[in-house]
């Protein structure tokens, strides 16, 4: 876990300078210190960012480490860049990735159980009420798109409320793969407009096809398509295997910084530590 939290921190310290992040040379703590202590808590302690401090103080990898409520304060201020880190990480893979093929699905988040919407004080509304087909499950929360190599490493995602149809998700990704690319998707994914799009950006959308559907599979293509989404469902156990039985937040943007901490650290240790 030590190797492990040192390699996290290298990496992570020369990203930042790579992108040029600016940081105050007055303070004892970095911001990429910060960040590290944060995807610590991802990866071995269920997110909870109390522990990690603890843990990275006690092992003296960071022996100038704040108090709770400043560390806190501290990585909320830099929340954004959780964002910006996974995206240029996930820029690099498809850069170096040998494979053009991608592969797309979502999962729900639940915020709370369902017993108890009505005292849920991050989320209100029935926008984020959602049903999931696959868990045959009502459950109150978001929606993570995810977008992986065929490897499983993510790359790309967005979040939406719950009650959002993955199919209109489709417009809050970016979309930024490489020209030549197959991205895989279950039939809920299903749009010839945006399959047409894509198509002239040369990236093809390969969604399963329903029995009703205007545009027939092969038997082929279908078995493929079947095979392939395995790969990110593997991906999805794994990040929700990092999961407590419940994400511990006090504001709805606190529970938005850990569930893309929990992206980051999966994404990093998938490509780079394993």
Not at 140 to 168: H, N, R
Not at 249 to 265: D, M, N, S
């Amino acid at each position: 876990m030590i190797e492990k939290s040192i390699a996290i921190y290298t990496f992570i310290d020369t990203l930042l300078k790579y992108l040029h992040h600016p940081e105050d040379k007055k303070r004892k703590l970095s911001d990429a210190e910060v960040l590290t202590t944060a995807i610590v808590s991802a990866l071995y302690f269920g997110g909870h960012l109390d522990k990690a401090r603890s843990f990275m103080h006690a092992t003296t990898l960071i022996p100038n480490m704040l108090d709770k409520s400043r560390y806190n304060r501290r990585l909320h201020a830099i929340g954004e860049e959780i964002t910006t880190l996974f995206l240029e990480i996930g820029t690099l893979i498809k850069q170096v990735a040998t494979c053009k093929d991608f592969i797309l699905d979502s999962f729900p988040i639940p915020v709370c159980d369902n017993i108890r919407i009505s005292r849920c004080k991050l989320l209100q509304g029935e926008a984020y009420r959602g049903y999931k087909a696959s868990m045959r499950r009502y459950f109150y929360g978001i929606k993570v798109q995810l977008i992986t190599t065929d490897s499983g490493i993510p790359v790309e995602f967005s979040i939406m409320a719950g009650s959002q149809a993955d199919v209109k998700g489709l417009n809050q990704l970016p979309f930024s793969l490489p020209a030549g690319s197959v991205l895989y998707a279950d039939s809920a994914y299903t749009n010839y407009l945006i399959e047409d799009m894509l198509a002239d950006e040369q990236i093809k959308l390969y969604s399963q096809r329903k029995a009703n559907a205007h545009r027939k599979d092969t038997s082929c293509l279908a078995y493929l398509k079947e095979q392939t989404r395995k790969i990110i469902e593997t991906s999805i156990s794994g990040i929700k295997a990092l999961f407590l039985s419940k994400i511990h937040a006090v504001t709805f943007r606190g529970f938005l910084i850990k569930i893309l901490l929990f992206l980051l650290a999966f994404q990093i240790n998938k490509a780079f530590l394993n």
